[in-house]
């Protein structure tokens, strides 16, 4: 490692337990009974020293972007409501394949935002809805000190299917 590594542990706001039900996230049936596919698919090394699918990782087209917030303390209550808001409506754009609020188990007024979206016009498009200027206009006052946004690219899963949230089969 180039740097020592860090961590904060946060909690999920959203989606709530109920929706937690992709691939990347749970191996768990209805049932609650572990599924493992017949051969668990980890990266490999290619004979060329290469991780197998980094040609795939390369060409990968998702956005992925974490945005960290603080807010001006006793305005968490406010920011998450306009966030729940945001987030149920974010996951129904076409290109959005997950949407994460997220808490500060430690620092209750600060938050991260986990947004994935197919492509790089996803994340344009979700900036020109409705729901997302309404989420701007309503949260720029709870703001202690401006959003920070950072960029990352999928390593894992490999499957653009695993990244997408869907409901739990009741």
């Excluded at 699918?53 to 390369?58: I, L, N």
């Excluded at 987030?87 to 600060?110: G, T």
Aim: charged share 25%.
């Amino acid at each position: 490692m180039a740097e020592k590594r860090t961590w904060s542990v946060y909690t999920p706001v959203y989606p709530w337990a109920g929706l937690w039900g992709t691939s990347a996230a749970s191996r768990r049936a209805a049932d609650g009974t572990v599924t493992q596919p017949a051969q668990a698919a980890f990266l490999t090394l290619d004979k060329d020293g290469d991780a197998a699918g980094a040609k795939a990782a390369a060409d990968d087209t998702k956005q992925i972007t974490h945005v960290h917030v603080t807010c001006v303390p006793g305005t968490e209550d406010d920011f998450i409501e306009a966030c729940l808001a945001n987030a149920a409506s974010s996951v129904l754009e076409p290109d959005n394949l997950r949407f994460d609020v997220l808490r500060h188990r430690d620092e209750p007024n600060k938050f991260m935002l986990i947004e994935v979206y197919a492509t790089g016009e996803g994340p344009v498009a979700h900036k020109a809805t409705p729901h997302y200027n309404e989420w701007r206009t309503t949260v720029e006052p709870f703001m202690q000190e401006p959003r920070r946004a950072r960029k990352f690219r999928a390593v894992f899963p490999t499957d653009p299917a695993a990244w997408k949230m869907t409901l739990h089969e009741m």
